[in-house]
């Protein structure tokens, strides 16, 4: 049974070894992987909100896409369940480095039956965004009587994450056309 391994080993960030051309002689991958998050904006956009909470990564870090799924999911269904649809929810980062593997056999005889290291690039086996210390994660526009349950709500996302996180909270400022 083929399966996923686990996420500290992608958390380092590292130089993007690939290489996705418009030629398609010229790339290193001739295939990237499917992205698995479906939305990245979610709630009511035209409204005009008065705070937003913003989940900020402390450290550089490198997250895969089926993490930040579930973070969004999670996220989104607390804040859609107890508002409807009055919050703003945006996915800020996009996943564009390709995750490599060499899988190796093992067992007895899988000397035999492997070729090792030759050629050893990798397969393309999934997505990752890669983060900078300071960078916006999520972000929950909400109006003043909605802010703690937004910091609630986006305080469930980092337990699915690895790294550190911090929650800020800022007034959103409002163009000088529309103050009165």
Same mark, same amino acid.
């Given at each position: 049974?083929?399966?996923?391994?686990?996420?500290?080993?992608?958390?380092?960030?590292?130089?993007?070894? +690939?290489?996705?051309?418009?030629?398609?002689? !010229?790339?290193?991958?001739? +295939?990237?992987?499917?992205?698995?998050?479906?939305?990245?904006?979610? @709630?009511?956009?035209?409204?005009?909100?008065? %705070?937003?909470?913003?989940?900020?990564?402390?450290?550089?870090?490198?997250?895969?896409?089926?993490?930040?799924?579930?973070?969004?999911?999670?996220?989104?269904?607390?804040?859609?369940?107890? %508002?409807?649809?009055?919050?703003?929810?945006?996915?800020?980062?996009?996943?564009?480095?390709?995750?490599?593997?060499?899988?190796?056999?093992? @067992?007895? @005889?899988?000397?035999?039956?492997?070729?090792?290291?030759?050629?050893?690039? @990798?397969?393309?086996?999934?997505?990752?965004?890669?983060?900078?210390?300071?960078?916006?994660?999520?972000?929950? %526009?909400?109006?003043?009587?909605?802010?703690?349950?937004?910091?609630?709500?986006?305080? !469930?996302?980092?337990?699915?994450?690895?790294?550190?996180?911090?929650?800020?909270?800022?007034?959103?400022?409002?163009?000088?056309?529309?103050?009165?």
């Amino acid at each position: 049974m083929s399966r996923l391994r686990k996420g500290h080993c992608y958390t380092r960030i590292k130089r993007s070894y +690939t290489r996705k051309s418009k030629v398609k002689s !010229k790339s290193y991958i001739k +295939t990237v992987p499917a992205n698995k998050i479906t939305r990245y904006t979610m @709630g009511d956009h035209t409204k005009q909100y008065d %705070y937003g909470v913003h989940l900020i990564s402390r450290q550089p870090i490198q997250i895969r896409h089926n993490a930040l799924e579930s973070c969004r999911v999670v996220v989104n269904k607390r804040l859609s369940d107890r %508002y409807g649809s009055d919050y703003y929810f945006l996915l800020r980062v996009y996943p564009h480095h390709i995750l490599r593997e060499n899988k190796m056999l093992v @067992g007895a @005889g899988a000397d035999r039956m492997q070729k090792g290291m030759q050629k050893s690039f @990798g397969r393309p086996i999934g997505l990752a965004a890669q983060l900078k210390k300071g960078q916006v994660l999520f972000t929950a %526009y909400v109006s003043k009587d909605k802010v703690e349950f937004a910091k609630v709500a986006l305080q !469930k996302a980092p337990t699915r994450l690895p790294g550190k996180y911090s929650i800020e909270i800022k007034k959103v400022e409002k163009p000088k056309e529309l103050k009165s």
